[in-house]
Every structure is written in structure tokens, then in C-alpha cells.
């Protein structure tokens, strides 16, 4: 086989979460020793090291990795990225898409490495708003761009599946820097992650 991915948990954290879910699945008032959930505190534990990944991965050297050259200044969208990540107040999944711009000043990078750099801060305990800014933060830190732009577009789960149960909300955040600043630019990138080019 050419190809073989292999997926490494910390067995101390692994062992750590499953007694924390089976100790939880019992306190809800299920036998944690029926058929049905004898793995389920494993699964639980390998779950959420995998959901929370990001915390393990560095954003910048993502960026820097594939970092060159270049003299162009036109601007650069990326749109439609999915992500999934977990609302830290809950821990209740939220999942959308986010959208990406900027305007390099010298350098760009692979446009992989932006779905990358989404994943890092996506694949964390988080809330929606910080998660724009951290996005929008590390594409500045690295690339030193014109301008650069993100916009999210999610649904929560802590907001459909309990409280005020409202299953069609989308909550919508957004962070500029440069020249998405001034409303000519910013006007071009939304009119761009709007419109269905394809």
C-alpha cells in the first residue's frame, strides 16, 4: 500500500477521557456496561482529541510552509471552506463555511494552507467571533498582505438542539484588515463570496 494514514491518541488522555464519559454516561442514568456503549467512552475519548486537534498545530508555520514569492496585488478569495468546530460554552458542535481574501504585498501562499489555517483554529474549544479574528490574525502575522478578509457563516447546535431551538439561525461574523477596511474592497469581496461563479 502506498498510502497508509495513521491516526496517534495519547493513551494518558485517552484512558483520562474514558473514565470521564463512562463516569457520565452512568450519572445520565445509562449502564455504561450495556452491549450498545461498552466502546463508547473510547470512541468518545479518540472523538475529542481529533475535534481539538488545533491546539497541537501552529497556524503560522501552515502559512510560512508554503510561502512564496510574488508581485502581484490582485486580490485572492478562497470561499465555500467548510468547518466544524466546538462551541466552548456548550460543547455542542457549530459548522459552516468560512470565506477568505487578501491582497498580497509580496508574498502569497498554497491556497490549501488558508483551508488549513481554518482547520487550526476550527479544531479547538471555541466561539465564532474569536475564531474569525484568529483566522484573519494569522493570515496578517504571516503573509504581511495588503489587506485581508474572513467571513463565517455558521449554524449552532447549542442554539437548534436546545435553549431557544431555533434550527434555522445562522450566525454570520466577519474581520477586515488593510484595504478590506475601506468599503470599495470590502464591497468587491462580498459581492464575490456572494455571487456563484461557477
Known sequence: MAYNKLEEYDENVTQGLMKTYRDSIALLGE??????LLKTPERMAKAMQFITQGYQQDAQAILNSAKFHEDVSEMVVVKDIELYSMCEHHMLPFFGKAHIAYIPNGWITGLSKMARV???????????????????????????????????????????????????????TSAFSGEFEKYPTRNEFLKLISSKLH
Open 118 to 172: 481554518v482547520d487550526v483554529y476550527s479544531r479547538r474549544l471555541q466561539v465564532q467571533e474569536r475564531l474569525t479574528t484568529q483566522i484573519l490574525d494569522a493570515i496578517v502575522e504571516s503573509l504581511q498582505p495588503l489587506g485581508a478578509a474572513v467571513v463565517i457563516e455558521a449554524s449552532h447546535l447549542c442554539m437548534m438542539m436546545r435553549g431557544v431551538s431555533k434550527q434555522n439561525s445562522v450566525t454570520t
Open 31 to 36: 449502564d455504561p456496561d450495556r452491549e450498545g
